[in-house]
């Protein structure tokens, strides 16, 4: 092969990220089913016709004509195949798929290529149920994506046993979760655990899961990613869950990404924009998006703020 020869390859993408330079052109890291996370380069392309612009969106499903320059990939053409609408027809949504996004770059960036697929698979579908699903189980949706997303990308947590001595725990009663050592613990670890860290004067990183929550957690590690988005949950489970979730994400994440603050922003913004002078708590407003008697028009007003902060 000479030095000029250039391969040309055809490639459906996730846009994933994209780092404007300069003042046309784009970094984008994409993941693609066979190859996984791929770094392109995209010269003018912020310049070009809408169609080119619209297939280089964050979170779209688009096919790039590829040329592979001795490993560095430059875009010739790039067509938009699904453009997730529902995702960019509401903020949240699309920071939420946002969050999912981030966290794939981070995690996965050193990853097999066998890890390729089960990742695509997972983010199509849980892009899928952000933009399609009702307003008030956008968080549960995230907060399952990031726990298979976490599992997927070699973090996988075992619900059954103590993580420090590999004892089997009591089927049905229980756990008690140390972040610290990112696993459950027996009780003669819990003891020593408590222990150690009330003599350190600090709170432990440690949380109760219910028997249901630990039942609930094994099935979002295992099922099929198109059941993953279906499941319902009570509020006060709801409530446990998202707090294990986003604690177990400051654990594992070196640093939480830029959409995680920019979510939150964004439900803060909202909440004190429809409630200038009241306060609303996480919880009531959960609650009250279950309660019986209203119309769906009303609960997606009164509830929009069911995602992290
Ligand atoms: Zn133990």
């Known amino acids: 092969m000479s030095a000029y020869a250039r391969e ?3 490639l459906r993408g996730l846009v994933l990220a994209r780092r404007p330079y300069g003042e046309a052109d784009l970094f984008l890291t994409i993941l693609n089913p ?6 392109l380069g995209a010269r003018g392309i912020r310049r070009q016709r809408q169609g ?11 096919r790039f004509q590829v040329f592979d320059y001795r490993g560095r990939l430059r875009v010739d053409q790039a067509e938009l ?9 509401d903020i949240v949504r699309l920071t939420a798929a946002g969050v999912l996004a ?29 933009e399609e699903g009702p307003e008030e189980r956008l968080r549960l949706t995230l907060d399952v994506a990031v726990l298979r997303l976490l599992a997927l990308g070699g973090f996988p947590q075992r619900y059954d046993a103590c993580v420090l001595c590999g004892r089997l725990l009591p089927e049905g009663a229980g756990g008690v979760w140390s972040f610290a050592d990112h696993g459950l613990l027996c009780r003669v670890h819990e003891k020593a655990e408590m222990g150690r860290l009330e003599t350190e004067h600090r709170a432990p990183p440690v949380m109760a899961l219910s028997p249901a929550l630990l039942r609930a957690l ?31 994400v400051g654990w594992t994440v ?14 803060q913004f909202q909440r004190e924009a429809v409630w200038p002078r009241r306060e609303v708590r996480e919880d009531e407003g959960e609650n009250r998006g279950e309660s019986e008697g209203e119309t769906p028009g009303q609960r997606l007003k009164e509830t929009p703020g069911d995602i992290p902060n």
């Open 8 to 10: 040309r390859l055809d």
């Open 34 to 39: 066979e190859r996984g996370l791929l770094e």
């Open 52 to 62: 080119q612009a619209a297939a280089v969106e964050l979170a779209v499903l688009s």
């Open 81 to 89: 195949e699904y453009g997730f609408p529902g995702l960019r027809q």
């Open 102 to 130: 981030e966290l794939s770059c981070d995690l996965f960036a050193d990853a097999s290529v066998e890890q390729a697929a089960p990742l695509w698979e997972l983010l199509l579908h849980a892009f899928h149920a952000l």
């Open 218 to 248: 094994v099935w979002y590690q295992e099922a099929p990613p198109s059941r993953l988005f279906q499941t319902q949950m009570s509020p006060g489970a709801k409530a446990v869950f998202h707090a294990f979730v986003r604690e177990l």
């Open 254 to 267: 070196e640093r939480p990404g830029r959409s995680w603050q920019l979510l939150g922003d964004l439900i």
